[in-house]
């Protein structure tokens, strides 16, 4: 790897993602980047070069600052892992339409309001546990598990029919694929999840239930606060966020603290740390294959020593910067008792993940509830990983207990 150029963008960039789909080590790409001064140029497999941001400061900057903008993406031939393009939706906005939108669903995912569902995650928890261990060992950890758990509580919260997972399995698929889709295919998956998504409005617009879909068709219909293509659009994208993450990180946290058995022993021990276990966790696990959704500065702006010119896209792996020596101890070591983990599992700024409270829960209640009741707890084959996926995780994860 050659040394990046610090100031131009004549830089050669490098081929990009570096994070094998196979396991959850973080490629030692990034640490060679880390250590080296400025910002490395890198290449993915579609749209323009970026320039990759590896240290924690300067992900906090890029992430944070105004001046780095997601909209500004749809102007340019954005850095992405697939042909198609998701150009649409909250992710894609910056305020004050960002702003608008999220300020609509932003009050069911406070964590006052998302603890009020303990009780019923908990007991889906048991219940699911229940069905693993009457069928007996072995089990799939992920289709038995982890999927329908983040699965039933999101299509409770927003009125989605918990019987068509199947359906919505296969879009979601589709949408977060790394794979050889065409931008036509991507187009036509994404037209078909609005179109099922319009039908549930549908639905829900003839029969109003007490349920989040409900609430945002009436900021639609009664405030006029969204357009119908942002109210389908934000629908589509609470469902597809508000399980898909949760459902690889289950798997991705306990094969990790399978490969950690000393931190297991402790945290069997101490059910109290599962709290802080979840953040280490989620610092320590990285989660994507690589970084996506790139920011485009609006004006020059200086990062880690390198000019970033106005009109030039930053992608910031986040995995890479919760594993920086200069903000965390130890880096590389998992420590369910390290204190004060701020890490940017979430992200950070203003597209701070929205259901980060609902994603903690359904971890801590997950995590703490399968270690407790299977004390045994050991993979019993080798385990089937995601291939062309934006995050990474098992797709089937044989244990028995």
């Keep these: 790897m050659t040394a990046p150029d610090t100031d131009t963008d004549s830089a050669t960039p490098l081929a990009y993602p570096f994070n094998s789909a196979e396991g959850l080590q973080l490629a030692e790409a990034y640490e060679q980047v880390r250590d080296r001064p ?26 944070g600052d105004r001046r780095f903008s997601r909209a500004e993406g749809v102007r340019h031939d954005e850095p992405r892992q697939s042909e198609g393009r998701s150009d649409s939706g909250i992710l894609a906005m910056d305020p004050p339409d960002h702003t608008r939108l999220r300020s609509l669903v932003a009050r069911a995912f406070t964590v006052h309001q998302v603890e009020k569902l303990r009780p019923r995650v908990r007991e889906l928890t048991a219940g699911l546990l229940d069905g693993l261990e009457a069928a007996g060992p072995p089990a ?17 919260m927003l009125g989605v029919p918990e019987e068509d997972r199947p359906r919505f399995r ?7 694929s790394t794979s050889s889709l065409s931008a ?62 949760t ?19 402790l945290l069997r021990s101490r059910p109290d740390l599962v709290p802080n276990a979840v953040e280490e966790l989620l610092r320590f696990v990285p989660l994507g294959s690589g970084a996506g959704q790139p920011r485009y500065a609006t004006e020059d702006v200086e990062v880690g020593g390198t000019l970033v010119r106005a009109g030039t896209p930053v992608l910031v792996a986040t995995g890479a910067a919760n594993r920086d020596a200069l903000r965390f101890g130890a880096p590389g070591v998992l420590d369910i008792t390290r204190e004060g983990v701020q890490h940017l599992g979430f992200g950070h700024g203003v597209h701070h993940c929205l259901g980060a409270p609902l994603a903690r829960l359904e971890l801590q209640e997950a995590v703490g509830a399968l270690i407790t009741r299977f004390p045994g707890l050991h993979l019993v084959g080798d385990v089937t990983w995601k291939s062309q996926m934006l995050v990474r995780g098992p797709r089937v994860m044989p244990i028995g207990w």
């Design 140 to 156: 799939d950890l992920v289709d038995g598990f982890a999927l329908p758990l983040p699965v039933a509580v999101i299509c409770r």
């Design 170 to 176: 296969v879009w979601s698929d589709a949408a977060l």
């Design 247 to 265: 459902a690889s990180q289950i798997p991705n946290f306990v094969l990790t603290l399978l490969d950690h058995p000393e931190q297991l022993a």
């Design 184 to 245: 036509a295919e991507f187009a036509a998956n994404r037209e078909e999840l609005r179109d099922y998504m319009r039908t549930l409005i549908q639905s829900h617009r003839a029969e109003p239930r007490d349920d989040l879909m409900t609430g945002l068709i009436e900021a639609r219909d009664g405030a006029d606060r969204l357009s119908e293509l942002e109210l389908v659009d934000l629908c589509v994208g609470i469902l597809v966020a508000g399980h898909e993450t």
């Design 38 to 63: 400025g910002l490395l140029r890198v290449q993915l497999p579609y749209g323009e070069p970026a320039w990759l941001v590896t240290r924690y400061a300067d992900a906090r900057l890029v992430l």
